[in-house]
């Protein structure tokens, strides 16, 4: 029979552990239902302890989830298995993932603990955990550093007091194919109990060898892959869900293995991902990026034409990628508006359908011919702003080569509208200085601001993306609209209404001494 491997994705966690990729409850929570539908074996939600935010979004992603198991991270310490038990408990498949570095170098330098008392720590809070929850996991960080008698010593104890699952991650992306492969081997080989676990790998990608590390790891032995959607986490990111499965479901000659992963969802939530981060998908990645399936050689393209198997080893809508005859413009009804919506993946009640089927008619009678990628943009904008404190309502801008230039914004804060003027060096500076106006924020510093066009053609929607950081915090916002200013407004807007909730306060208390 072929062997089942194990999704575990930390998008929630490790991926948004990402400088600038924070998402706030209502956003994880639709992630969390996205990664079921994918298919995804376990979710990790997050670290419970790190603040009352993440412990609420842990328990709320718990609650939530119907099939997939959901886990939250917790240190060997009391106090973070407690706190991370008393998040997932009410899951259909609690689980608690606690870990120790197990390096030479992480041991010394930020523990300060010997390797004897650091096999304490594991055999101590791995039973504790254990005690809690039917459903242990152990990581050994900094696995790929460490040394391998101490580490086969340190899985030995971890399986004893009661661990099921054992990950040894490469936690700074140093590992290659053969090593990371190898460790695996040996460590499945030599530890006593080993037979008691499933082994689990957790690629970073420092030198782009993420998922091949992983899939070294899974040829190994390894039961369970640790990844995330994109690819995102910290430093270079993490191996990639969409890459792993399909690596294993396109090459099942040289590793017959299967996953339960749902492939045609992969687009979808490929784009969900980079719509709530922010984080937009290099054209040429692998699976999910704008040219992996484009096709521009000539010669490729008289290949393509003759047979679509001499230059594309899948298809676009095995990924979820919809080629459709169906043409999108101002003539189009609602049947066909509905249509298309379930092609490109999203199911809306009757009141949200309504507004994004009219969100629909302005940017088709802007526009000559509405793509899949135009409605992506005009739904998921929509779902990211709808519930916003801060709403934008009306924008416009004088500009022109005699600055300086000037911007008229109405915003409504909390139910009640508010109109400023504002001047500034270029129309984005005169609207940001209007926004700054009405919700005062000095504290904040606009970090980063990117502008790309959603199609092709002068009349393109733009999505526009900022990074706002204030005090160590840093939240990205997104915006798209036909009008590359109130894209940027909507961008800015969103990514402050992201702020005020990380203070903790309302709008309209948020002016900053």
Known sequence: MTKTIKIFDTTLRDGEQSPGCSMNLEEKLQVAAQLETLGVDIIEAGFAIASPGDFEAVSEVARQC???TVASLARAAQADIERAWEAVQHAVAPRIHTFIATSPLHMRVKLNKSPEEV?????R????????CPDVEWSAEDATRSEPDFLARAIEVAIAAGARTINLPDTVGYGTPETYGAMFRDMINRVPNADLAVFS???HNDLGLAVANTLAAVMAGAGQVESTINGIGERAGNAAVEEIAMALRVRQDVMPYATNIVANEITRSSRLISGITGFQVQPNKAIVGANAFAHESGIHQDGMIKDSSTYEIMTPESVGLTHSNLVMGKHSGRAAFRQKLEELGYTLGDNAFQDAF????????AKKAVYDEDIIALVDDEVLRGHDAIQVKEVEVYCGSNGPQRAILTLEVDGEEKTVTSRGNGPVDALFNAIRLIVPHDSSVLERYEVHAVTGGTDAQAEVSVLLSENGRTTRGRGAHQDTMVASVRAYVNALNKMMVKRGRAPVDAKVG
């Open 358 to 365: 009219g969100r629909f008619k302005q940017l088709a009678d």
């Open 125 to 132: 809070t791995v039973r504790m955990a254990r005690n809690l």
């Open 66 to 68: 119907k099939k997939a």
């Open 201 to 203: 790998t957790h690629c």
């Open 119 to 123: 096999l304490e720590a594991i055999d």
